[in-house]
C-alpha cells in the first residue's frame, strides 16, 4: 500500500543549522517507528538514506547524522538559485527491506508569498503492514509545526476532489489529519471525540477513518471546511500558520 504523510506551512525562514536538527530528528522518529521497513542489514542500526536531487549525483548519509545533513542541505542550496527566497529542497530516500519503499522530500526555511514549505513522506508497504499513522504525522507536526497536515493517498485525494471541490495547494486531510493551534479551534463538537490534542499547544491530531474508508474522509471534509478549520493561508503569505 501506498501513502503520503504531510505537512504545509507557510512562511518561516531558518538557517541550514535549524533545518539539519529538523531533518535529523524526523530521519530518528520516522525509523523507529518504521522497524519493518530496515534494510535486513540495518536492523537496529542507523539506516542508511540517499539523496535524490534534480540534477547532479546523489550522496549517501550514513548515519544521517546533522553534519551530514547540514553538508546535504548546503549541496541542494548550491544547486538551486531559488533557494534563498524560496526555501531549500530536500528529498531522501531510504534502503529498505523488499516490499518497502520511504522517501522523504522537503521544501523549507524559505519565506514566498505564494508557494507553501513543505515536508512529504511517501512510504510504500506490504499490504499486511499495519503502520502507525497517527505516530508518523504526529511526528511531522512536533518537529516542523506545520500549518496542517494529512496521512492520505491517490484515492482520498480523488475522492476529495470529485465530491467536495478540494483544490491542490489548499488544506486537506486524510485519515488522520493534523490541524495547527488556531485551526485546532475551529473544529466542529462532532469530531472532537476523535481529537487529540499535542503537548505544547502545538495543535490537534484528529483520526477520522480507518485506511480505505474515504466516504468518512470526505465527510470530515466537508465538516471541517464548514467550520472554517481548513481556510487557506490568505495571499500573499505573511505567516508560517494561520
Do not use: C
Amino acid at each position: 500500500m501506498r501513502r503520503v504523510v504531510r505537512g504545509f506551512w507557510g512562511p518561516r525562514q531558518e538557517p541550514v543549522e535549524t533545518l539539519a536538527e529538523r531533518w535529523h530528528a524526523t530521519l530518528d522518529r520516522f525509523t523507529g517507528l518504521l522497524p519493518a521497513a530496515a534494510a535486513a542489514a540495518e536492523a537496529g542500526a542507523p539506516w542508511t538514506w540517499r539523496t535524490a536531487p534534480a540534477s547532479g549525483p546523489a550522496g549517501t548519509l550514513r548515519p544521517p547524522d546533522e553534519a551530514s545533513l547540514r553538508a546535504a542541505l548546503r549541496t541542494a542550496q548550491e544547486a538551486d538559485d531559488w533557494s534563498a527566497g524560496n526555501g531549500t529542497s530536500l528529498r531522501l530516500v531510504a534502503d529498505t527491506a523488499p516490499g518497502w519503499k520511504v522517501e522523504i522530500a522537503g521544501l523549507a526555511g524559505g519565506a514566498p508569498q505564494f508557494l507553501l514549505q513543505s515536508l512529504v513522506a511517501t512510504i510504500v508497504s506490504p499490504d499486511d503492514a499495519a503502520l502507525p499513522d497517527a505516530g508518523l504525522l504526529t511526528a511531522v507536526a512536533e518537529v516542523w509545526h506545520p500549518d496542517y497536515g494529512d496521512v492520505s493517498d491517490r484515492a482520498v485525494t480523488a475522492a476529495l476532489k470529485k465530491e467536495a471541490g478540494f483544490r491542490i495547494g489548499t488544506p486537506s486531510v486524510g485519515w488522520v489529519a493534523y490541524l495547527s493551534p488556531s485551526r485546532a479551534t475551529r473544529v466542529p463538537p462532532a469530531l472532537e471525540p476523535h481529537s487529540r490534542h499535542l503537548p505544547d499547544d502545538r495543535g490537534v491530531l484528529l483520526t477520522l477513518a480507518s485506511p480505505g474508508d474515504v466516504a468518512a474522509v470526505v465527510a470530515a471534509y466537508r465538516s471541517l471546511g464548514e467550520a472554517g478549520a481548513l481556510e487557506p493561508l490568505p495571499q500573499p503569505m505573511t505567516r508560517p500558520t494561520l
